[in-house]
């Protein structure tokens, strides 16, 4: 007898045929899902921090660290080293320029100072020896030469009275002759000694000036060995106070020692460090501004140092206007130093966003204040309290500006 076979309802294939359907409508939906909202993450309201964009004026400055310095600094190097003998002042004294610190003692230096004046009398001697001989070489040529004249003379008016007797035939033609031979060599030796004077008042001349400027250089040789020598009490060069002194009564100390220095601090500069990223940016002229006993103080930047150390460069500044009253040598001042002028900009405030994102992108809060979505931005300026906004954002909307190293893996924030 026949049986009937009941059919199976859940077959082999329509299991397989199910399942493919199943896992297709799970894509569609996740698929759905990702292209409505993208990756979202529920966070709680106390633990971010929000903000609101803001359209305002900006300034574009660092903030710097400065050290308060006297306004010049004079350091005592010794141009010639020698052993204490006497100590005038302790470190800490104010002094008046000119006032005496300390005194050495240099025999060799003193050695060399009694030399240099003794050549340079014998010097001087010999000059005036050398003058006093020419001049009275040139009185005795002189003196010949007034004899000569007076021969000259004499000889001429003998010539004249014998032409006339001669033509007259009174007197010989020899004696004649010999007359005027006689006028012709008085003239030739007066032509003589006169050339001979001449040649030697240049020479006297040439003497005396070549004499006088060798005893001029011989005079400040001596003033410098007798100014090294009177540098061997070192006295202060500028109004001050002797902030450091490196001596005592019995040292021996060389050529170059620094033995102290001195500070002006009738008024004051800052220096500041600055990091070298911003070297191109930093000029001459450039003001900051800093605290101090509620008050808020100007400077400017006087000098650049382009020198670069360990990623870090310096520049001195002055104050604009009056110091601060009780401001001390050391001090340290924290001062925003302005990179530009001030101008309006859309704003956003500074936060630990910065850091994850590089300004490139940021959560934004909606109408509800329930939701915040990721948006695309882009940065400009910056000072630590704002980043100034180019794209994406507008005044009135509000961002989340704190952290964003645990949510930047996702593009919608739940807020809670």
Do not use: C
Not at 67 to 88: A, C, H, M, N, W
Not at 105 to 123: G, I, R
Not at 336 to 345: M, T, V, Y
């Amino acid at each position: 007898m026949d049986r009937i076979i009941e059919k199976k309802k859940w077959t082999r294939n329509k299991i397989i045929g199910l399942s493919g359907a199943a896992a297709f409508l799970v894509i569609l939906i996740y698929i759905f899902i990702s292209g409505s909202g993208g990756s979202k993450l529920n966070v709680a309201r106390d633990r971010i921090s929000i903000s609101e964009v803001v359209n305002a004026p900006f300034r574009e400055y660092i903030p710097v660290t400065g050290t308060v310095e006297p306004i010049q600094t004079f350091y005592l190097d010794l141009p010639d080293g020698g052993k204490v003998i006497s100590k005038f002042v302790e470190e800490g004294t104010m002094l008046r320029a000119g006032d005496p610190i300390i005194k050495l003692d240099n025999p060799n230096l003193s050695l060399q100072v009694m030399s240099t004046q003794s050549s340079f009398l014998q010097a001087e001697s010999v000059e005036r020896q050398t003058k006093l001989n020419f001049e009275q070489n040139l009185l005795s040529k002189q003196n010949q030469l007034l004899d000569l004249n007076l021969n000259l003379i004499n000889q001429k008016r003998i010539y004249n009275n014998n032409k006339i007797l001669f033509e007259k035939g009174l007197i010989s033609k020899n004696e004649y002759d010999q007359s005027a031979e006689k006028y012709q060599t008085y003239i030739e030796s007066r032509n003589l000694m006169m050339e001979a004077l001449r040649r030697d008042s240049l020479t006297l001349k040439q003497l005396v000036v070549k004499g006088e400027s060798s005893l001029e250089m011989s005079k400040r040789y001596l003033s410098l060995v007798e100014e090294q020598l009177a540098n061997l009490t070192v006295k202060a060069p500028i109004k001050g106070q002797l902030t450091s002194l490196n001596a005592e009564i019995g040292q021996s100390v060389g050529t170059g020692f620094r033995l102290g220095q001195i500070d002006n601090i009738d008024s004051f500069k800052v220096r500041i460090e600055i990091d070298e990223h911003y070297i191109a940016r930093i000029n001459p002229g450039q003001q900051g501004d800093f605290d101090f006993g509620g008050k808020t103080y100007s400077l400017v930047i006087k000098t650049v140092y382009p020198q670069v150390t360990n990623g870090r460069f310096y520049a001195d500044m002055m104050f604009a206007g009056e110091a601060p009253k009780g401001i001390r040598r050391g001090q340290s001042l924290h001062i925003k130093l302005q990179l530009g002028g001030l101008s309006e900009a859309i704003l956003v405030e500074s936060g630990g966003f910065y850091s994850t994102t590089g300004g490139q992108w940021i959560f934004v809060i909606d109408n509800s204040g329930n939701l915040a979505e990721r948006r695309s931005i882009k940065i400009g300026r910056q000072n630590p309290q704002y980043y100034e906004v180019l794209e994406g954002l507008k005044p009135g909307e509000k961002v989340i500006t704190s952290s964003y190293d645990n949510y930047k893996d996702y593009d919608i924030l739940i807020i809670e």
